[in-house]
């Protein structure tokens, strides 16, 4: 389970990254960007929570 947690926080990182530079080519509207970022935020949030947040065991 701990590496589904990081696979959907680096698509969601991507989500994020990836259209940024698509507006800035112009290979995509202003629009389609907005909700590509939109999705990768909620993907990056639920996959980077509960992975980064685990606490550790102290020895």
């Known amino acids: 389970m701990k ?3 990081i696979i959907v926080a680096i698509a969601g990182l991507a989500l994020v990254l990836i259209p940024s530079l698509l507006l800035y080519l112009g290979k995509i509207e202003a629009e389609q960007m907005n909700n590509f970022i939109f999705i990768g935020t909620l993907l990056w949030f ?3 929570i509960p ?4 606490k550790r065991a102290q020895n």
């Open 46 to 48: 639920s996959g980077a």
């Open 51 to 54: 992975w980064l947040g685990k």
């Open 3 to 5: 590496y589904f947690y």
